[in-house]
């Protein structure tokens, strides 16, 4: 027992004097500490706001928070129960696997096209191209979307030029068509920004494991195949657990600006399902507890996904 904590104090000491030689680095951790208390914690006081019947009134608002009626499960009840529920899910579940299936490997697949790119000044310009969506916002893309899909558009141009179509198709007015627009949205949006870390993870590898499958005979094929992509499996596991969890979170720009009430049967998802009761219809305590089953669910899909790969493969996020 003595030799233990005299090793615990040791480890104290060193722990100590570590945080102290550091201490410059800790300080600039309080603001995003501060902004993750503030922005990330704080709002989950509202998370009870789903147990009770909240009115909005004119008068004190946290007198009206904690002062409504507690109804327990109610509102959950109410959801599960309802006509929209299945519906809202599949458009969120088909959706989301769907993005997350394209979504998910053409960055994998841009990665490794620029590392096998030897001029510098086209990989820049393919880089800089494919990152630009990223920081255009949704109100833009939806507008470009739109505008290319339209009857008149450019895609319908081209398949008549082509003889695929004799006249332009309603993209957007047929809502079979949605799902598959909104993934190929999603990934031209974020396919530059996410393959940044596959090339970060790329530049990482040690050269000389590729000069030595050279020496053997290897070539670019068997080299992304043997050393690449095992040597990327790690981030790759844990990007997908990442993403997994997020498999409910569709989003709601992208979904509300190409959504209309001819499609509503495929683009109605969990979050424009909520914002239309609790925005627009009021329904605050409705609203709260569907986004609460929503983190619920997300929350679980991460802690299942993380064991499995903790188990299979030895990468995890926890």
């Not at 394209?102 to 994998?108: A, K, S």
């Not at 940044?196 to 030595?212: G, T």
Request: charged share 15%.
């Amino acid at each position: 027992m003595a030799v233990k904590t005299n090793n615990r104090r040791e480890q104290r000491k060193v722990r100590v004097r570590l945080m102290k030689r550091q201490r410059t680095l800790y300080l600039m951790l309080i603001p995003g500490i501060l902004w993750a208390l503030l922005f990330a914690y704080g709002p989950m006081a509202g998370l009870y706001m789903a147990f009770i019947d909240y009115q909005p009134s004119l008068g004190n608002f946290w007198s009206n928070f904690f002062g409504s009626e507690f109804v327990g499960l109610r509102w959950f009840r109410y959801f599960f129960s309802g006509q929209d529920f299945l519906n809202v899910l599949r458009n969120t579940l088909c959706s989301s696997i769907l993005t997350l299936s394209i979504g998910f490997v053409i960055p994998i697949f841009i990665a490794l096209a620029l590392n096998e790119v030897r001029g510098r000044f086209f990989k820049r310009v393919v880089q800089t191209v494919s990152y630009l969506p990223y920081f255009i916002s949704w109100v833009i893309a939806a507008n470009i979307i739109v505008t290319l899909l339209s009857s008149e558009g450019l895609i319908n141009q081209i398949l008549i030029a082509c003889g695929f179509i004799d006249e332009g198709i309603f993209f957007l007015q047929e809502g079979k068509r949605f799902w598959l627009i909104v993934a190929l949205s999603n990934t031209w949006k974020d396919m530059g920004y996410n393959s940044i870390m596959y090339l970060a993870a790329i530049s990482a590898i040690n050269p000389e494991l590729f000069e030595a499958a050279q020496v053997d005979g290897a070539g670019r094929l068997k080299q992304i195949w043997y050393i690449l992509l095992p040597m990327l499996r790690p981030t790759i596991l844990i990007l997908l657990i990442l993403s997994i969890g997020s498999l409910l979170n569709t989003g709601f720009d992208q979904y509300f600006l190409l959504g209309n009430s001819l499609n509503r049967q495929y683009s109605d998802v969990i979050d424009t399902y909520t914002f239309r009761y609790g925005i627009q219809n009021g329904m605050f305590s409705y609203a709260s507890a569907v986004s609460m089953f929503k983190s619920v669910i997300a929350f679980l899909l991460v802690l299942t996904v993380n064991t499995i790969s903790k188990k299979l493969e030895g990468s995890h996020l926890f």
